[in-house]
């Protein structure tokens, strides 16, 4: 219980483990916020001309694809379109018909929008007589926020990683790595002391960014709980053999940002390119994927699936535990005399 308290005194110390503890949380806030930012008017069109240069019932033509700004002088209309932060569509008369005038540096729908408003003018009395379906505006950031919020939950997650790591390295430099080794205690235990704290913190970050982010059912939550702890706890293991096999700091450091740049690209590859077949089965013993593809059938509904990547993941611990506590028993006894 004492090294328990010395291990949580450590983590409240340490401004990087606590910033790792923290900033999942603030990020799955933020995303949270973003979905209910309405940004659809972000692809609108913006239209600028000059004060009395259209006839009234073109500017209210006009101002049914979008909003109409006039200017005073054709100066200030040039500047608002060659203006970079804007993609404002000039329009002028071109006889019967109109011109448009645009910087050239913007997105391809808003010069589309320039190249074809001339032909929608000329035909706008037709285009009046079509039949119109409006469809609802599809959100922004849905599609981004099935990826984002179970990669953020594997950064929270992989907090238990950074701990343990950074406290077994620091115990190595101040030499209490050498003490452990002597004390009357088994692997196991020396296993679960190390990793409790560790895994703890990461469990306490997933858990809140999961509730600011999912919105489960009693029985999904339940699942989702399963995929955190297990998730936690290899994370937590694998700290203890980044910190193991860590000569100093600067390379403990090193290895962290390696396996934690491999637990988040691992899934997030997969779920783009769409991984199947035996290449998913090898991506599975990274144990992020299993974690995130859960997350991502939970979100979806498919008990199934995340069923089975919770087995998985119980597969990963008990793998990960027995190999740490074979190492950590072989050196013991490799120290002892006689």
């Not at 989702?224 to 980044?242: E, K, N, P, Q």
Request: proline fraction near 5%; glycine fraction near 10%; charged fraction near 15%.
């Amino acid at each position: 219980m004492g090294g328990l308290k010395y291990q949580l005194k450590s983590v409240l110390r340490d401004k990087f483990c606590l910033m790792t503890f923290l900033l999942p949380i603030l990020v799955a806030a933020a995303l949270n916020f973003m979905g209910s930012i309405d940004m659809s008017s972000l692809g609108e069109l913006h239209f600028g001309v000059l004060e009395n240069g259209l006839p009234p019932q073109t500017v209210t033509w006009l101002e049914r694809y979008g909003p109409v700004t006039a200017y005073g002088t054709q100066e200030e209309l040039t500047a608002a379109i060659m203006e970079p932060s804007t993609n404002v569509i000039g329009v002028r008369a071109d006889g019967d018909g109109l011109k448009t005038a645009i910087a050239g540096d913007e997105l391809d729908i808003f010069q589309q929008a320039a190249a074809t408003l001339p032909a929608l003018y000329e035909r706008r009395a037709e285009a009046e007589r079509a039949e119109v379906l409006t469809l609802e505006r599809p959100d922004i950031l849905e599609s981004f926020q099935d990826i984002f919020i179970p990669a953020v939950l594997i950064v929270a997650m992989f907090m238990g990683c950074t701990f343990n790591a950074m406290n077994i390295i620091s115990e190595k430099e101040d030499g209490v790595a050498l003490v452990n080794e002597i004390l009357p205690m088994t692997p196991g235990q020396y296993i679960l002391q190390k990793v409790v704290v560790g895994f703890l913190f990461g469990s306490l970050s997933a858990l809140v960014t999961a509730c600011i982010c999912f919105r489960l059912s009693w029985q999904n939550a339940g699942m989702m709980l399963a995929l955190i702890v297990l998730s936690s706890f290899v994370a937590a293991l694998i700290g203890l053999f980044i910190g193991r096999f860590s000569e100093g700091l600067m390379i403990g450091v090193v290895y962290i940002k390696i396996v934690m740049l491999v637990f988040i690209a691992v899934p997030i590859v997969c779920a783009l390119i769409g991984v199947s077949g035996p290449p998913a089965l090898l991506c599975n013993l990274v144990p992020s994927q299993p974690a995130f593809e859960g997350m991502m059938a939970l979100s979806a509904g498919d008990m199934g699936t995340a069923a089975r990547d919770t087995g998985i993941l119980a597969v990963h611990c008990a793998a990960w535990f027995a190999l740490y506590g074979l190492l950590t028993a072989r050196r013991r006894g490799c120290r002892r005399p006689g």
